[in-house]
């Protein structure tokens, strides 16, 4: 079992940045693969972001690619999402999300943080 819990969400301006955090806690961070997704009101649920198991490597939507990024810190048991130059359509729930049985498979995830972004 794995525990995810995210935290870091509020209210900001367009243009402006929010750094999610997610902790996990139940099994060994550095054995799975760790994403970020979102979802709007009246949306589905869209990937954001994702990091391997030793964060070699990074993966973005098209519409965060070069303003949010992710990162990890094993040690802490922590992933992160940077978000920067915010817009108003970022607007969403942010989950954070584990590939921990099977890989490419997100399988735990977090009860999520809410992001709103004013004009």
């Known amino acids: 079992q794995v525990q995810l819990v995210e935290s870091g969400g509020g209210l900001v301006q367009a243009g402006g940045s929010l750094r999610l955090s997610c902790a996990a806690s139940?099994?060994?961070?550095?054995?799975?693969?760790m994403g970020w997704f979102r979802q709007a009101p009246g949306k589905e649920r869209e990937f954001v972001a994702g990091i391997r198991r030793n964060g070699g490597n990074t993966f973005y939507a098209a519409s965060t690619k070069g303003r949010f990024t992710i990162s990890r810190d094993n040690a802490k048991n922590t992933v992160y999402l940077q978000m920067n130059s915010l817009k108003p359509e970022d607007t969403a729930v942010y989950y954070c999300?584990?590939?921990?049985?099977?890989?490419?498979?997100?399988?735990?995830w977090g009860q999520g943080t809410q992001v709103t972004v004013s004009s």
């Open positions: 999300a584990a590939q921990v049985v099977a890989p490419g498979n997100y399988d735990y």
């Open positions: 139940g099994r060994s961070f550095s054995d799975y693969a």
